[in-house]
Nanobody, 116 residues
Framework: QVQLVESGGGLVQAGGSLRLSCVASGSIFNIHAMGWYRQAPGKQRELVATITTGGSTNYADSMKGRFTVSRVNAKTVYLQMNSLKPEDTGVYYC???????????WGQGTQVTVSS
């Protein structure tokens, strides 16, 4: 069973920074990519950023220049969030795509609240 555990969320003032962590564990055949998504209250889940095992990254336009996704090791990724805005508030989810099993896994999410 694969588990993803996010941490690092919290309450921060606008303009501040947070770093989220995601650690994967369990039986993973082949990690193709890990990513971050977020869901604001009353809205659909949306892409924040992804990173492949080869280091290629992809960002949503609104996060470019403020957020940075990085890979610490094969099963750990960070999301550095700077210049946070109130509209960045939401639950941030980590996911992992196991290409060996064609399976997508999700974590439980971590709450980020940005006050104005």
């Amino acid at each position: 069973q694969v588990q993803l555990v996010e941490s690092g969320g919290g309450l921060v003032q606008a303009g501040g920074s947070l770093r989220l962590s995601c650690v994967a564990s369990g039986s993973i055949f082949n990690i193709h990519a890990m990513g971050w998504y977020r869901q604001a209250p009353g809205k659909q889940r949306e892409l924040v950023a992804t990173i492949t095992t080869g280091g290629s990254t992809n960002y949503a336009d609104s996060m470019k220049g403020r957020f940075t996704v990085s890979r610490v090791n094969a099963k750990t990724v960070y999301l550095q969030m700077n210049s946070l805005k109130p509209e960045d508030t939401g639950v941030y989810y980590c996911n992992l795509f196991d290409s060996g099993r064609s399976q997508l896994y999700w974590g439980q999410g971590t709450q980020v609240t940005v006050s104005s």
